[in-house]
């Protein structure tokens, strides 16, 4: 208790200098600029002198503003607000000239209509100041909310009990900390690094943690198109090639979101988690959300000036926000750019380039996206919402380029803790209760870059085994990147991808890197590709990516034996046959097979599938793209997300039983489908049977020009009220045919 008091004491005091300086900044450049205005006696003073003097007028004028002002205000409510109005400027001029004479040997002077100029300026640049460094103070913050929710349930806009308090079912949000492994979150509470997490631990009456098993296809694309819609069936990796249409499906860019989205619905015939009264915030699908801000699904959708970033939008035009996260912005890209350039002069390894725009794509992840989905979520709240789902991609960002156990990742995960921290917190001033679930996606595994450990990239080695030409120097296969897709669509461009490419030449295979999964397709090989017909056109491919000390294991078809998996030492093992444990996958762990056995299935897996080695020791694999902290495939803990859930709902292990036939006990949760069904469950309990879509269309298409409708603001400023739901087809719209990236390019998109 006496650590908190002197830390909000230590906070306010860092305030109150702060705003005193630079209102005494302000007051030397006016006394420079205005004729009228002077803090000098008439022969002159050092520079020392009239700051000195300086300073103690913006003191006593700042003390008066503090003291007097509130007691004139009160005094004068009785004067009609026009004249009031006008008294304003007058009384805080009159203000001005009192704390001038207060200065010592009267050497602080204005005339009357200078005093009123120079006062309304220091004390909008006082205001300025002190918002932005009170909006940075969450304790700060949670007063400001906590004054609005109260204001709200008095005007009785919210729901509330008989006796003014909370009353309903409660709502649920799920706070999706994207690649934020299972060991990682229980190391970082452990160790204090989220001491809001491991309060939720600690408390027996709080949250418990379970990890759960990704599907083969460990990335946002295939886990949260699972967890939000219910089906990822056919997402073999984050990036594909698709025969058929001669296109390259990328999970984060807007047109391939769309039609995944569509996909999934078609087969669900389920609109989503969030078809009841939901939000959706920062995720690559809406989840059939009516409210929607920063879905990269419903950028394809929407017209102009109806994008997702709309929400950035809503969220700047409140002029705190714009300043906290402005300020916010540049202290992430020097603290980047400090981050680096300490890594580089310590040749730490491994490391990949951090250079370029990647400061700034950092920034937008751990600031703006940060700043934008919380205050979406707190909006949510306040408006009463059945079910939000938001996603925070801060982490995975930074823990891509400098490692998933790194010291910059584990300041961002602190950073993290903070924003739920005060979601928690704003829980308790909202008209309903809430239940605050926190989950990831997939986890990330370390590792050397497979071009930094063996000087080429995977699609020089698939080359080379095609006996194709191979380029003398290695080009480095560009990083994913689920933010700098992002940051195009915030700032109207197209992302990587949408632009006209050269088509590729019939004989050139198509390599695509996703994490530590790579994907082969021959596009002039109709239908998935044999094993016989690859050796017949190049008969060393296989046996050189098998071979290869990088690469655990393949799948491929074969005419005679149906699929199967090749390793190293001419190791061969028929799909029906895998063992966890066993041959190729041995080192992969328990889930191996049955993750394997269900990509085979998919009718768009590729014609070959690559996934990289995994050493069990140290826990590493090598990524096919520009990271040391991937994930995408198998090996590690890319594939050991977690969930984080209050005891008072149901068990998961229990939820997914009660939709197994039979009712049998399951040992785990396996794939985002599992989790999808535990989510559900916990909805019923909440808010009774959600219901069902219509077969012709979801509603999740709601206009994005309100993404969200109770912004919270600081005190004093106005909030707006959100649209109606809209409901509009989906299933029959168009997606545009994204053109063939060149032969053996990993498409540069989004991190998954």
Same mark, same amino acid.
């Given at each position: ?12 005091? +860092? ?67 026009? +004249?009031?109005?006008?008294? +304003? ?15 010592? #040997? ?13 006062? @309304? ?101 295939? *886990? ?14 984050? !990036? ?69 970033? @709309? ?16 300020? *916010?912005?540049?202290?992430?890209? /020097? ?66 380029? *400098? ?33 605050? +679930? ?25 080359? =080379? ?10 080009? !480095? ?7 700098? #897709? ?45 094993? $016989? ?72 897996? =590729?014609? /070959? ?5 995994? #050493?069990?020791?140290?826990?590493? /694999? ?55 069904? /535990? ?16 077969? $012709? ?17 600081? $005190? ?37």
């Amino acid at each position: 208790m006496n650590d908190g008091r002197w830390r909000t004491a230590g906070g306010t005091l +860092v305030r109150v200098v702060s705003v005193w300086a630079v209102s005494t900044l302000t007051m030397l450049a006016l006394a420079g600029i205005l004729p009228d205005f002077q803090l000098q006696s008439d022969d002159g003073d050092t520079v020392t002198r009239t700051a000195f003097t300086a300073a103690w007028g913006a003191g006593a004028f700042g003390l008066l503003s503090a003291l007097v002002w509130p007691v004139l205000v009160r005094a004068l409510l009785i004067v009609p607000a026009l +004249v009031l109005g006008a008294l +304003v400027f007058f009384l805080n001029g009159s203000l001005l000239l009192i704390a001038l004479r207060l200065i010592p #040997d009267g050497r602080g002077d204005a005339d009357p209509e200078t005093a009123v100029v120079v006062a @309304a300026v220091m004390s909008a640049v006082a205001s300025a100041v002190s918002t932005a460094l009170a909006v940075r103070d969450d304790d700060a913050y949670r007063r400001r909310l906590s004054r609005l929710a109260d204001r709200r349930r008095r005007r009785g806009g919210a729901p509330g009990g008989p006796d003014g308090g909370r009353g309903g079912p409660p709502g649920i949000v799920f706070v999706q900390l994207d690649g934020v492994g299972h060991d990682v979150l229980a190391e970082a509470a452990a160790d204090g690094i989220m001491p809001t997490v491991a309060g939720l631990l600690a408390d027996e009456a709080g949250h418990r943690l379970t990890p759960w098993t990704t599907d083969w296809s460990s990335q946002t694309g295939a *886990s949260q198109l699972g967890i939000l819609h219910g089906s990822n069936y056919d997402v073999p990796a984050f !990036r594909w090639y698709e025969k058929e249409t001669g296109t390259v499906m990328v999970s984060s860019r807007p047109a391939s979101a769309l039609e995944l989205q569509r996909r999934a619905i078609a087969r669900t015939h389920d609109g989503g988690l969030l078809t009841v009264d939901g939000a959706s915030r920062g995720n690559l699908f809406s989840g059939g959300a009516d409210q929607l801000a920063l879905v990269l699904s419903m950028a394809a959708r929407l017209g102009k000036g109806r994008r997702s970033r @709309a929400g950035y939008f809503a969220y700047f035009s409140d002029p705190a926000n714009a300043v906290r996260t402005a300020l *916010s912005f540049v202290a992430e890209v /020097v603290r980047e750019i400090g981050q680096s350039t300490r890594a580089r002069l310590r040749k730490e390894s491994p490391r990949v380039k951090r250079g370029g725009l990647y400061p700034f794509i950092r920034a937008f992840a751990t600031v703006v996206e940060r700043d934008v989905v919380v205050a979406a979520v707190i909006g949510d709240m306040f408006a009463g919402r059945t079910a939000v789902y938001a996603d925070l991609v801060a982490y995975d960002e930074v823990a891509h380029h *400098s490692g998933p156990h790194s010291r910059d990742a584990e300041k961002v995960l602190a950073r993290l803790d903070r924003s739920l921290g005060l979601i928690l917190k704003i829980a308790e001033h909202t008209p309903r209760d809430y239940r605050v +679930v926190l989950l990831s996606d997939h986890g990330q595994s370390p590792g050397e870059t497979f071009a930094g450990r063996y000087g080429l990239t995977l699609k020089d080695l698939v080359r =080379a085994g095609c006996g194709l030409p191979v380029p003398r120097r290695a080009q !480095r296969t560009r990083s994913a990147s689920e933010a700098r #897709d992002a940051v195009r669509i915030a700032l109207h461009r197209p992302v990587d991808g949408e632009q006209e490419e050269h088509p590729v030449r019939p004989s050139d295979p198509v390599v695509l890197a996703s994490g530590n999964l790579g994907l082969l397709s021959f596009p002039d090989i109709d239908g998935r590709a044999s094993r $016989e017909q690859l050796d017949r056109r190049h008969p060393a491919l296989l046996g050189t990516l098998a071979a290869h000390p990088g690469i655990g294991f393949l799948l491929v078809r074969s005419q005679k034996h149906g699929s199967v998996v090749l390793g190293r030492d001419g190791a061969e093992v028929p799909v029906a046959e895998l063992r966890d444990g066993e041959g190729p996958i041995a080192a992969f762990g328990a889930g191996a097979a049955e993750a394997v056995r269900r990509t085979d299935t998919f009718p768009h897996v =590729a014609d /070959v599938m690559v996934n990289s080695m995994y #050493d069990p020791e140290s826990g590493s /694999v090598h990524a096919f793209e520009e990271q040391i902290g991937s994930h995408g495939g198998l090996g590690g803990q890319q594939s050991r997300p977690f969930l984080l859930w209050p005891r008072t709902l149901a068990d998961p292990l229990d939820a997914v039983a009660a939709d197994t036939p039979g009712g049998e006990a399951v040992a785990g949760l396996v794939g985002a489908e599992d989790v999808h069904r /535990v989510l559900k469950r916990w909805l019923r309990e909440l808010s009774g049977p959600q219901v069902p879509l219509r077969q $012709e269309g979801f509603a999740g298409a709601a206009r994005a020009d309100e993404p969200f409708p109770d912004v919270v603001v600081p $005190e004093g400023v106005s909030v707006r009220e959100g649209s109606p739901a809209v409901d509009e087809p989906v299933l029959d719209l168009p997606v545009p045919e994204e053109p063939v990236p060149d032969a053996g390019d990993a498409v540069p998109g989004a991190r998954g």
